[in-house]
């Protein structure tokens, strides 16, 4: 069993930053890919930016040079830093992790860019 705790959502200005982190917690395991996804209301979830146990990253086209994933597998945990923020949301950003073939997904951080 896997649980994943998001935090550092909230609301900021355009062209601000906000820093979120997910922290994996439970029993042994290794985790192979973790992301972040972002899903507006009545929307679908959407792939934001993702990197794998190996440092493999993947973002999506509309943050790229401005969002940097990291993570940390000591530590189980994947920040992204959010830079140069646009107008957006409110939409929850929601933390997802795979261990082998099991998804797991975090409850989720609000974020709103608005001035």
């Known amino acids: 069993q896997v649980q994943l705790v998001e935090s550092g959502g909230g609301l900021v200005q355009p062209g601000g930053s906000l820093r979120l982190s997910c922290a994996a917690s439970?029993?042994?395991?290794?985790?192979?890919?973790m992301g972040w996804y972002r899903q507006a209301p009545g929307k679908q979830r959407e792939l934001v930016a993702a990197i794998t146990s190996c440092g493999n990253t993947n973002y999506a086209g509309s943050v790229k040079g401005r969002f940097t994933i990291s993570r940390d597998n000591a530590k189980n945990t994947v920040q992204l830093q959010m830079n140069n923020l646009k107008t957006d949301g409110p939409a929850d950003y929601y933390c997802n992790v795979r261990i082998r073939d099991d998804v797991y997904w975090g409850q989720g951080t609000q974020v709103t860019v608005s001035s």
């Open positions: 439970g029993s042994s395991f290794v985790i192979y890919a």
